[in-house]
T-cell receptor
Framework: EPEVTQTPSHQVTQMGQEVILRCVPI?????FYWYRQILGQKVEFLVS????????KSEIFDDQFSVERPDGSNFTLKIRSTKLEDSAMYFC?????????????FGEGSRLTVL | GENVEQHPSTLSVQEGDSAVIKCTYS??????FPWYKQELGKGPQLIID?????GEKKDQRIAVTLNKTAKHFSLHITETQPEDSAVYFC?????????????FGQGTILTVHP
């Protein structure tokens, strides 16, 4: 069964460092997302990406965050200068058709710990 | 913005019993209501969803009911099994054709005792 894969599974970084989280969405999917889940809290939308540009972003997704699809398979989330409060599980997701309701396929997540 | 409230936060049942989890939402423009199951160390996985033009949807032991007037929807699991133990999240879309931007509830930890 096709799946969304994320790397790394866990990253520990010092405050102020740059972090890049990587995702390989399902190959025929067109719409890509990042969500995050702070420990013990709800899953929160960060950003959606379609046709090589950001479609929507939340208030959380400030200038410290950026997304990129550098090639035909990878989708990355970059945090320029990490803060303690960026510690969370980051989930990448993808879907087939952005204009119709359907399943969002989530990866298993990348746990980011900022010290 | 959208506000989604989910109850209860924890639910403990005996194997074979039914479990019901409820969510309320605030934005009347929302028209897509999925439920996700999250097992330990994994990402959320869709288990059932419903659109606003339908009042109920069933898939084997799982069903979802929607009351658009009251802005609430519920997940029903019948004949629960220990493997149903997980965290369950309801979610709501932003309305219109924005199906990927979801607002999640706080989650319900379901424990099914053998």
């Amino acid at each position: 069964e096709p799946e969304v894969t994320q790397t790394p599974s866990h990253q520990v970084t010092q405050m102020g460092q740059e972090v890049i989280l990587r995702c390989v969405p399902i190959s025929n999917h067109l719409y890509f997302y990042w969500y995050r889940q702070i420990l013990g809290q709800k899953v929160e939308f960060l950003v959606s990406f379609y046709n090589n540009e950001i479609s929507e972003k939340s208030e959380i997704f400030d200038d410290q965050f950026s997304v990129e699809r550098p090639d035909g398979s990878n989708f990355t989330l970059k945090i320029r200068s990490t803060k303690l409060e960026d510690s969370a599980m980051y989930f990448c997701a993808s879907s087939v058709d952005p204009s119709a309701p359907g399943e969002l396929f989530f990866g298993e997540g990348s746990r980011l710990t900022v010290l | 913005g959208e506000n989604v409230e989910q109850h209860p936060s924890t639910l403990s049942v005996q194997e074979g019993d039914s479990a019901v989890i409820k969510c309320t939402y605030s934005d009347s423009a929302s028209n897509y209501f999925p439920w996700y199951k999250q097992e330990l160390g994994k990402g959320p996985q869709l288990i059932i969803d419903i659109r606003s033009n339908v009042g109920e949807k069933k898939d084997q032991r799982i069903a979802v009911t929607l009351n658009k007037t009251a802005k609430h929807f519920s997940l029903h699991i019948t004949e629960t099994q220990p493997e149903d133990s997980a965290v369950y999240f309801c979610a709501v879309n932003a309305g219109g054709t924005s199906y990927g931007k979801l607002t999640f509830g706080q989650g319900t930890i379901l424990t099914v005792h053998p």
